[in-house]
């Protein structure tokens, strides 16, 4: 997948391999009309590639409208729920060593930062994944959940844990003994304070942004800004992300 290639070494290197491919090992299959393209992963680029292939005329107008019922419907959606799961997954694990640090320091300020970008990477992925699941007015035959109940499910668990961290991370600036031994460790503590509060927002906003819950839950307040001014603050960074948000589209 060409936009997980993520240095100008690599994206040579994929490019030699490209070419390698066309002129050598499969020069026999593409004298027979074989085609081989690159592809991102993302729903756009499947659909790009499918809609490029000769005699692409079986598919209807609504193939990969979630909205219709139709054969690619359950392939679609039971492919949705596993990414779900797998990011999920790796979410979990990554906000588990997070929290483990928060107790058992580690010395190597890199292992810091790349459980930072690697928690966020999987946030934005999982977010997307749950986006697509919204999409779907009801699941296909075989299913048995609601999608858009699911999804902000989903949402509301990923901002819970979110808002946990923030809480833990909290606890343990609040234990740490002010003797000055401890500077070092302050520091790095604020710093992932910080990091936390960040991620929250997004998790916090994907869940604004998925709009009312579904019938029969409570809309989610936060509990980690009790002052009405950190109340006031966080909704007017939601009203800049939503509004950044409806430029993008335009």
């Avoid at 359950?74 to 596993?82: N, S």
């Avoid at 808002?163 to 600036?173: E, G, P, V, W, Y």
């Avoid at 029969?216 to 992300?241: C, M, N, W």
Wanted: aromatic share 10%; hydrophobic share 35%.
């Amino acid at each position: 997948m060409w936009d997980t290639i993520c240095s100008p070494e690599a994206m040579k290197r994929a490019e030699n391999h490209f070419i390698q491919l066309q002129n050598d090992y499969w020069k026999t299959e593409f004298e027979r009309s074989a085609r081989i393209v690159k592809f991102t992963n993302t729903q756009a680029s499947a659909i790009e590639i499918l809609l490029g292939i000769e005699h692409y005329y079986y598919l209807n107008n609504h193939a990969f409208n979630p909205h219709y019922q139709n054969r690619l419907s359950p392939l679609i959606f039971a492919e949705i729920l596993e990414r779900i799961r797998n990011a999920q997954l790796e979410r979990q694990t990554l906000m588990d060593e997070q929290m483990q640090l928060l107790t058992t320091p580690n010395t190597d300020s890199n292992l810091q930062t790349t459980l930072v970008t690697s928690l966020r990477d999987a946030t934005k992925r999982l977010i997307s994944y749950i986006n697509q699941l919204a999409k779907f007015y009801s699941a296909p035959s075989g299913f048995d959940i609601e999608p858009r109940l699911s999804a902000y499910q989903c949402l509301l668990g990923i901002t819970h844990s979110s808002q946990d961290f923030i809480r833990a991370t909290q606890r343990a600036l609040s234990d740490l003994p002010r003797i000055p031994s401890n500077k070092a460790r302050r520091a790095d503590l604020s710093a992932t304070l910080e990091n936390a509060k960040r991620d929250f927002q997004c998790t916090y906003f994907a869940l604004c942004d998925f709009g009312s819950p579904p019938f029969g839950l409570d809309k989610f307040i936060p509990s980690v800004t009790p002052r009405l001014a950190d109340r006031i603050a966080l909704e007017a960074l939601y009203r800049r992300h939503r509004l950044q948000r409806l430029v993008k589209r335009h």
